[in-house]
């Protein structure tokens, strides 16, 4: 009891501290539409945040904490990322343990599909899985870490909200309700690892945002930044769903985290333009030329 006490007061002092910290609401917009936003200064430590703790589906957002699981597993020794493991297409749900595989049409330009039936090494495999968003590369690799130590990687980075339960297209799950969610907060927390974590070592860090920086997708935070700045991200889309969360390195400033997820929006070219806007406004920020008040969420949600 002692200690569920103890969890729940963290909780309770992280929301009143995210709250303290948030961006401006203006008159609220009577739109279906939701975003979850969340800052860190990667030197400083401060935090700027808008529905923080908004539990959202997380979609292909989950795959980092996947990469960052098998880093960290690499480290421990238990696993060799040069080895090689089958790449084939049957999984089992969490459901009732039967199989399923993922349709074709459901992967990303085929970019695994080809070589089903063949051996790829998990690194291979990882930078398909975050590059080009693979499903059929998560799945393969979630095998191998398990969603239970994820999540307890999850708990030790303390990225509150982050729960990846299975991998993709488990229907009979999905059917369920189980699914793979998020918040702006856990988000950004699990970034903050990627960047600074002492779970890994310096050289995973450092491989773990050159493959976050060769991200295929470019839509939605980057197109909010200039061109000479460098990103290290992985989005994440489905209905209704597109989100964004983001390593940034300014050329004159110190670099800092950026997570944007939405809810709501019937095409993700919308909802990426409205994350662009965001990300524009909080680099500004960032770079000393906004003040935190300056920043309507509100406002940056309605149709140009």
């Not at 309700?177 to 310096?202: F, H, P, Q, R």
């Amino acid at each position: 009891m002692k200690k569920t006490w103890l969890v729940l007061i963290h909780f309770v002092i992280v929301l009143v501290l995210i709250s303290c910290s948030g961006l401006k609401k203006t008159d609220e917009v009577d739109v279906p539409h939701v975003v979850g936003i969340a800052y860190m200064n990667l030197e400083t430590g401060e935090i700027l945040a808008y529905n923080a703790h908004e539990l959202f589906h997380a979609a292909s957002t989950m795959k980092t904490p996947v990469m960052f699981q098998l880093f960290k597993m690499r480290d421990k020794g238990i696993i060799d990322l040069k080895s090689e493991i089958p790449v084939r297409n049957q999984f089992t749900s969490i459901v009732d343990g039967s199989l399923f595989s993922l349709p074709i049409e459901s992967e990303k330009d085929e970019i695994l599909y080809p070589f089903l039936n063949q051996n790829l090494s998990f690194y291979d495999i990882i930078e398909k899985m975050i590059t080009h968003s693979s499903n059929l590369a998560t799945n393969i690799l979630i095998e191998h870490t398990g969603a239970d130590s994820i999540g307890a990687t999850m708990r030790m980075i303390e990225a509150d909200g982050v729960l990846v339960m299975r991998g993709v297209e488990d229907l009979k799950a999905y059917s369920l309700g189980l699914n793979n969610v998020t918040s702006a907060y856990g988000m950004m927390k699990v970034m903050e690892a990627v960047y600074k974590s002492d779970l890994v070592a310096d050289s995973s860090r450092q491989e773990m945002q050159e493959i976050l920086k060769r991200q295929h997708f470019n839509t939605m935070i980057p197109a909010g930044l200039p061109k000479d700045v460098i990103i290290a991200h992985k989005t994440g889309s489905i209905t209704r769903i597109a989100h964004d969360a983001a390593l940034v390195f300014p050329p004159d400033s110190p670099p800092f985290v950026l997570v944007i997820l939405t809810r709501g929006w019937d095409d993700h070219a919308s909802a990426q333009k409205v994350g662009a806007r965001i990300s524009s406004k909080v680099y500004d920020y960032h770079r000393g030329l906004l003040k935190r008040t300056d920043i309507a969420i509100p406002d940056l949600l309605k149709d140009e």
